[in-house]
């Protein structure tokens, strides 16, 4: 499955590229990509386990830049 969502606070290009790469390494992530410019974050994985992975990567979001939140 993938899905694009919008990324609220999202303030810093360096800090997005930390978020798509520990995010590209969540099990049962295919790909991940996180658009700075845009203010987006596109997940490409497992669909069974896919609201656990965007909780994961909430988590690892948060750990890097605490104010972003993925808006779902």
């Known amino acids: 499955m993938r899905k694009t969502f919008k990324l609220n606070d999202l303030d810093c290009a360096n800090c997005a590229a930390k978020m798509q790469e520990v995010i590209s390494k ?18 490409d994985a497992d669909s069974e386990r896919f609201d656990a992975i965007v909780d994961a990567a909430q988590a690892a979001i948060s750990k890097i830049e605490p104010d972003c939140t993925i808006v779902r």
Request: hydrophobic share 50%; charged share 10%.
């Open 26 to 43: 969540i099990d049962g992530v295919t790909s991940a990509n996180v658009n700075f410019m845009m203010q987006k974050l596109t997940i």
